[in-house]
């Protein structure tokens, strides 16, 4: 059955930039960046370092021999690396950074935030109105097994109250402006020229509240590769919640793109954990 289209009747002037931005990206950068599901977007902004940082790191314990870059790999740095990881010599791998930067739903980023060995910077809802868009599932995302879990009737009614939600805080929020400008004019409250304002700052932190967390935010995320690798093995697997994995499996692919070298030695070692891969002995 053909997809319902999922036209938002209801887009302010920001989130409009914000879509065009996104626009702009994927047509700047097409191998590292990617759209997920309706407004969703992740791109690999900076990565800090490669594969010869980490053995050049590594080798600060036994020798004077650095190299330039992976181009210049043996086949005796491939299988160092590959001894690190396999056996826990984690430090070098946390020589190598990267910074994501990803518009996702707010329950997506929930989960995401449990990483703790990373940092996050958010789009502030204190700050700024919230962005009016919110995630809705397409039909692979609400299939299970060939069965959908979720109608087409349904959708259209939960798309109707998510914009209803983002209508109450636009609608209140307006009230509530037209309020402090006539508090203003009575003398009730100082003028506040320039700056943050603190009536408005107040109401948007309240209605923030109301907003479902399908609405999407917008972050940057910095990483080592130690617990990027962590990161991938838990949120790739097939028990981990689609939305998220999408994302994960997103940046996996701009990761394995310019780290050729690392995420097979990554993937060999995540096998090898979970006993399908080829095996092999830690090499020494
Ligand atoms: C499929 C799935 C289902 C989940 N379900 C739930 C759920 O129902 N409820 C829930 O609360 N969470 C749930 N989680 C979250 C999960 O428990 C982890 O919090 C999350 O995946 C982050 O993993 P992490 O702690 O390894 O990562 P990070 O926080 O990035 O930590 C990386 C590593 O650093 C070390 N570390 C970090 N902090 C500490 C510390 N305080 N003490 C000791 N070592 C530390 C650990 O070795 C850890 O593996 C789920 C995750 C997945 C993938």
Redesign the pocket.
Known sequence: MEEPPYAPAFQTGPTQELEAEIQLRLQLHPDTTRRIGNFGFIELESAWGDEATIINTARISTTNMRIDSPDDFTDRDRALLYHLLKNNHGTPFESVYFRFRMVAPIFVLRQWM?????SFNEFSQRYRMPVTAFFVPDREARTVDGFEVMTDEQIQRYTELMESLHRFYHDCYDETKARIAQAEEAGEIPRITGGRNPYRARARELLRNAMSVSTYSDVYWTINFR?LM?FFD??R?P??QYEIRQYADAAYGMFEQRFPILSETMNRVLSERRGDGEGGDPIG
Request: aromatic share 0%; charged share 35%.
């Open positions: 449990r990483h703790r060995i990373c617990s962590n838990l949120r697997k028990n981990a």
